[in-house]
């Protein structure tokens, strides 16, 4: 793994974004100078802050709280002309180096620790004598009160979701002056070269940075060595590691956003997006990390339940519903829309349930935790959203299917593959547990006859009854990925997946408003597709592609074409499971298919990823060669 460096030139072939770094806690962009400075528009929706995971307003929208900014300046007399920044995945730590037109010049080292709340700012400074080196740190949230001390210290009190109370303190091995001038808290210095440490509700002695950083780094190798992969395609293996690197610190202590930012929703939480997080970060080995998904999941479930008592349902105390856009304590946040009635989410909280027992094989934790979310979320599908068709046979009745496609649509194709594979993971799991003897043959009568009832046409599936022939989705790959109830030769799924590949430059945005183009996480999906029927050439033809719709450090976007949302954890769970599915699948026994679907350019690549019931498969190809082994989950011999 190495870092990645940019320069100013770099910026001129590929968008430019400021450096994330953060520990699930706290999120921050780290710009080329050094700084957080702002722009009119931000970088694709986003503007740089400092941001902190569940820390949010009382308000129908849950808005993030934030935590400020910071500027530096050392007085110096115009714009940068030259830079240079990188990024060190391994562990976080963003170095820059910027020359002003006067001469000056400022060297940057920054990183946030990932095992407690300290981001560690070291600077170095060239300049003409008599100038100093300003901090000003913006931090005036709503509903707060602030109190502060010439010591570098901020108490705060903000009155939120509920009362956030904690210290913010700035440390130095430099003499300092801090101040409160106007809106901004000013800490200066005249050293030319100094650490400062801004300490976030952190207690306890703080030993050096060097120090600090070791720290992290040993917290982050335990991080790299649960799996890794190593291809040949340079800008592949970028572009995946950074993904990587990026879900980590966007694991919360609840679950994760699309990303720790106000741009990305306020950083509230999406069941149906946070599967191919999931899937992401299972398929690599992060079993622990991946599991806090379902894990929060199953510690909103009471609010899940409330929102199910009424009429006939109140008397199935673990039906679950949950809202499309939640945020820590299970409350909806999204703004009113057709996306209310979107049900594939309820799926993939039980897949995620589902796929985190297969991976592991853990039957106390499904006992205890994955199994009551399988069958509330099964029976909150059944019991509300399957209906009986003319033919008496089941259909899924009105829904929001992908929000292209409009609302209220009957038996739309994905949502109903998404029923199917969740009503047969409920009867498997039910199995496993010796659970619900009555409950398994009807759910499996269901997803049979769910499954006959899919809709189509003379040649392929059609994104939901009744829709014009010159409607086209990339839902119609669903039966394949992500919910593989249909064989992947099926010939009506072959002839939907062809309907996609020729209509996609016209329907393969996340947004119709968003021009043309493909997004990001559409592009995974094709791959996954692609790699899913053993096409390996294809699905990694199209990583490719999405490789050269990055930003500079390999950042994934939303929409890329628009600049949209860039540091985009949906797309990069998913980016990452499409390049391990390359690597590893599984039979339906659950025993391991290596290199099912890599093209035959790749003469060397190896890999360390997840299988099935808690043991990771090694895998090192070498001279036409390929040496594979099984090892424990707990084990990470090298």
Same mark, same amino acid.
């Given at each position: 793994?190495?870092?990645?460096?940019?320069?100013?030139?770099?910026?001129?072939?590929?968008?430019? !974004?400021?450096?994330?770094?953060?520990?699930?806690?706290?999120?921050?962009?780290?710009?080329?100078?050094?700084?957080? $400075?702002?722009?009119?528009?931000?970088?694709?929706?986003?503007?740089?802050?400092?941001?902190?995971?569940?820390?949010?307003?009382?308000?129908?929208?849950?808005?993030?709280?934030?935590?400020?900014?910071?500027?530096?300046?050392?007085?110096?007399?115009?714009?940068?002309?030259?830079?240079?920044?990188?990024?060190?995945?391994?562990?976080?730590?963003?170095?820059?180096?910027?020359?002003?037109?006067?001469?000056?010049?400022?060297?940057?080292?920054?990183?946030?620790?990932?095992?407690?709340?300290?981001?560690?700012?070291?600077?170095?400074?060239?300049?003409?004598?008599?100038?100093?080196?300003?901090?000003?740190?913006?931090?005036?949230?709503?509903?707060?009160?602030?109190?502060?001390?010439?010591?570098?210290?901020?108490?705060?009190?903000?009155?939120?979701?509920?009362? =956030?109370?904690?210290?913010?303190?700035?440390?130095?091995?430099?003499?300092?002056?801090? $101040?409160?001038?106007?809106?901004?808290?000013?800490?200066?210095?005249?050293?030319?070269?100094?650490?400062?440490?801004?300490?976030?509700?952190?207690?306890?002695?703080?030993?050096?940075?060097?120090?600090?950083?070791?720290?992290?780094?040993?917290?982050?190798?335990?991080?790299?060595?649960?799996?890794?992969?190593?291809?040949?395609?340079?800008?592949?293996?970028?572009?995946?590691?950074?993904?990587?690197?990026?879900?980590?610190?966007?694991?919360?202590?609840?679950?994760?956003?699309?990303?720790?930012?106000?741009?990305?929703?306020?950083?509230?939480?999406?069941?149906?997006?946070?599967?191919?997080?999931?899937?992401?970060?299972? !398929?690599?080995?992060?079993?622990?990390?991946?599991?806090?998904? /379902?894990?929060?999941?199953?510690?909103?479930?009471?609010?899940?339940?409330?929102?199910?008592?009424?009429?006939?349902?109140?008397?199935?105390?673990?039906?679950?519903?949950?809202?499309?856009?939640?945020?820590?304590?299970?409350?909806?946040?999204?703004?009113?829309?057709?996306?209310?009635?979107?049900?594939?989410?309820? *799926?993939?909280?039980?897949?995620?349930?589902?796929?985190? =027992?297969?991976?592991?094989?853990?039957?106390?934790?499904?006992?205890?935790?994955?199994?009551?979310?399988?069958?509330?979320?099964?029976?909150?599908?059944?019991?509300?959203?399957?209906?009986?068709?003319?033919?008496?046979?089941?259909?899924?009745?009105?829904?929001?299917?992908?929000?292209?496609?409009?609302?209220?649509?009957?038996?739309? =194709?994905?949502?109903?593959?998404?029923?199917?594979?969740?009503?047969?993971?409920?009867?498997?799991?039910?199995?496993?547990?010796?659970?619900?003897?009555?409950?398994?043959?009807?759910?499996?009568?269901?997803?049979?006859?769910?499954?006959?009832?899919?809709?189509?046409?003379?040649?392929?599936?059609? /994104?939901?009854?009744?829709?014009?022939?010159?409607?086209?989705?990339?839902?119609?790959?669903?039966?394949?990925?992500?919910?593989?109830?249909?064989?992947?030769?099926?010939?009506?799924? $072959?002839?939907?997946?062809?309907?996609?590949?020729?209509?996609?430059?016209?329907?393969?945005?996340?947004?119709? *408003?968003?021009?043309?183009?493909?997004?990001?996480?559409?592009?995974?999906?094709?791959?996954?597709?692609?790699?899913?029927?053993?096409?390996?050439?294809?699905?990694?033809?199209?990583?490719?592609?999405?490789?050269?719709?990055?930003?500079?450090?390999?950042?994934?976007?939303?929409?890329?074409?628009?600049?949209?949302?860039?540091?985009?954890? !949906?797309?990069?769970?998913?980016?990452?499971?499409?390049?391990?599915?390359?690597?590893?699948?599984?039979?339906?026994?659950?025993? /391991?298919?290596?290199?099912?679907?890599? /093209?035959?350019?790749?003469?060397?690549?190896?890999?360390?990823?997840?299988?099935?019931?808690?043991?990771?498969?090694?895998?090192?190809? $070498?001279?036409?060669?390929?040496?594979?082994?099984?090892?424990?989950?707990?084990? !990470?011999?090298?």
């Amino acid at each position: 793994m190495k870092e990645i460096s940019i320069t100013r030139e770099t910026t001129r072939d590929h968008r430019y !974004t400021p450096a994330a770094i953060g520990n699930g806690d706290l999120s921050l962009l780290i710009d080329y100078e050094g700084m957080q $400075r702002q722009t009119e528009d931000g970088w694709g929706k986003l503007v740089p802050g400092i941001w902190r995971a569940g820390h949010r307003y009382n308000t129908m929208r849950g808005e993030l709280i934030p935590f400020g900014y910071f500027l530096t300046e050392v007085q110096t007399e115009g714009k940068p002309v030259d830079f240079r920044q990188s990024l060190d995945p391994r562990c976080g730590l963003v170095r820059s180096e910027c020359v002003y037109q006067d001469g000056s010049r400022v060297s940057a080292e920054t990183f946030c620790c990932l095992h407690r709340n300290v981001v560690v700012l070291k600077r170095r400074w060239e300049a003409p004598e008599g100038r100093m080196f300003r901090l000003r740190y913006f931090f005036n949230p709503k509903y707060a009160e602030l109190n502060w001390n010439g010591n570098g210290a901020i108490d705060y009190s903000i009155d939120g979701i509920r009362i =956030f109370q904690g210290r913010i303190q700035f440390e130095s091995d430099a003499p300092f002056s801090f $101040r409160r001038e106007e809106d901004a808290f000013v800490w200066s210095t005249e050293s030319r070269e100094f650490v400062l440490m801004l300490r976030f509700d952190d207690a306890g002695p703080l030993p050096s940075a060097d120090e600090l950083l070791e720290q992290s780094r040993r917290e982050w190798d335990k991080y790299w060595s649960e799996g890794f992969v190593k291809v040949p395609s340079e800008k592949l293996q970028r572009m995946y590691d950074l993904a990587q690197y990026h879900l980590r610190i966007s694991s919360t202590a609840w679950g994760m956003p699309t990303g720790i930012y106000a741009s990305h929703w306020h950083s509230l939480f999406f069941a149906f997006d946070e599967y191919f997080m999931f899937m992401g970060l299972a !398929t690599s080995g992060h079993l622990e990390t991946a599991a806090r998904i /379902p894990a929060f999941r199953h510690s909103i479930r009471a609010s899940a339940n409330r929102r199910m008592e009424s009429g006939k349902v109140a008397r199935e105390p673990g039906v679950l519903c949950y809202p499309w856009e939640t945020n820590e304590i299970g409350e909806e946040n999204s703004s009113r829309g057709f996306w209310y009635d979107h049900i594939f989410h309820a *799926s993939h909280i039980a897949l995620a349930a589902y796929e985190a =027992f297969r991976f592991s094989g853990d039957r106390v934790r499904l006992a205890e935790q994955w199994y009551p979310l399988i069958w509330g979320s099964v029976e909150y599908l059944r019991i509300v959203h399957i209906v009986r068709g003319k033919d008496g046979t089941a259909e899924i009745g009105c829904c929001t299917e992908l929000e292209r496609l409009g609302a209220m649509r009957t038996t739309p =194709f994905m949502t109903a593959c998404s029923v199917i594979a969740t009503l047969r993971a409920a009867a498997e799991t039910a199995e496993v547990l010796g659970k619900d003897a009555d409950l398994i043959p009807l759910w499996r009568r269901l997803a049979e006859e769910l499954r006959k009832n899919l809709p189509h046409d003379a040649v392929r599936y059609l /994104p939901y009854e009744g829709c014009p022939p010159d409607v086209h989705s990339i839902g119609q790959f669903a039966g394949i990925y992500p919910y593989g109830v249909l064989e992947p030769e099926d010939p009506l799924q $072959r002839g939907a997946c062809t309907d996609y590949l020729q209509s996609r430059d016209q329907c393969g945005n996340m947004y119709a *408003s968003a021009g043309k183009g493909i997004c990001s996480w559409y592009l995974c999906w094709e791959s996954l597709m692609e790699s899913s029927r053993g096409n390996g050439e294809r699905a990694c033809e199209v990583l490719e592609t999405l490789a050269d719709s990055c930003g500079c450090f390999g950042e994934l976007f939303e929409i890329y074409s628009c600049g949209y949302r860039p540091w985009f954890t !949906t797309a990069e769970g998913e980016m990452v499971h499409a390049l391990n599915n390359m690597l590893l699948q599984f039979h339906p026994d659950g025993s /391991p298919r290596v290199a099912p679907a890599v /093209p035959s350019s790749w003469r060397e690549f190896e890999f360390r990823l997840q299988g099935r019931g808690g043991k990771r498969i090694e895998a090192v190809f $070498r001279n036409g060669s390929l040496n594979i082994r099984q090892i424990p989950s707990g084990k !990470t011999e090298s």
